[in-house]
């Protein structure tokens, strides 16, 4: 069973995201965090795993 949890090493195209999955990914994070992702760092690195893709965006978000 799933537990739902996301490691840092896991793989996101193994997890399901696909292309229009990034899309919808992206925009759901500028409307939620009111932050504009660039396109430099759109590419296969940015998502490859959980801890690609928090490395590349957490810089972008806001401090709370």
Known sequence: MDSG???A???LAG???DSMGV???IVDLEDAYG???PDEIL???TFAT???LWA???PLMPRR
Do not use: F, P, T
């Open 5 to 7: 949890v996301l490691s």
């Open 9 to 11: 090493l896991d793989d």
């Open 15 to 17: 997890l399901g995201l």
């Open 23 to 25: 899309v919808r990914l």
């Open 35 to 37: 932050v504009q992702v």
């Open 43 to 45: 590419d296969e690195k």
């Open 50 to 52: 959980v801890a690609s």
């Open 56 to 58: 590349a965006l957490s």
